[in-house]
């Protein structure tokens, strides 16, 4: 059985940071590419970012490019996202998903996600 567990989500004021943590078990890591979403109450599912099953490819969404940056360690079988400069419109539960195919996590089509960790942004 696939878990992926987050954790890190909180309240934080608009140009702070934030890293969230996600531990997986249930699958062998190092073989599954990584990736975040973001969804709001009554809207889609939305991608942020992704990383290659190695760690050497990274892609972001470009509402998040350079301020976001994912990261894994395939040792740990973590994968974190640091946030930083933080905006309001960054509000949303945050979910990490797993899947052996890195296109399926872009296009937002992975099997295994996470139930997520809230991120509040005051202005």
């Known amino acids: 059985q696939v878990q992926l567990v987050e954790s890190g989500g909180g309240l934080v004021q608009a140009g702070g940071s934030l890293r969230l943590s996600c531990a997986a078990s249930?699958?062998?890591?190092?073989?599954?590419?990584m990736g975040w979403f973001r969804q709001a109450p009554g809207k889609e599912r939305e991608f942020v970012a992704a990383?290659?099953?190695?760690?050497?490819?990274?892609y972001y969404a470009d509402s998040v490019k350079g301020r976001f940056t994912i990261s894994r360690d395939n040792a740990k079988n973590t994968v974190d996202l640091q946030m930083s400069s933080l905006k309001p419109e960054d509000t949303d539960v945050y979910y990490c998903?797993?899947?052996?195919?890195?296109?399926?996590?872009?296009?937002?089509?992975?099997?295994?996600w996470g139930r997520g960790t809230q991120v509040t942004v005051s202005s």
């Open positions: 990383i290659s099953r190695g760690g050497g490819s990274q």
């Open positions: 249930g699958r062998t890591f190092s073989n599954d590419s």
């Open positions: 998903a797993a899947d052996q195919t890195f296109h399926n996590i872009v296009v937002v089509t992975t099997r295994y």
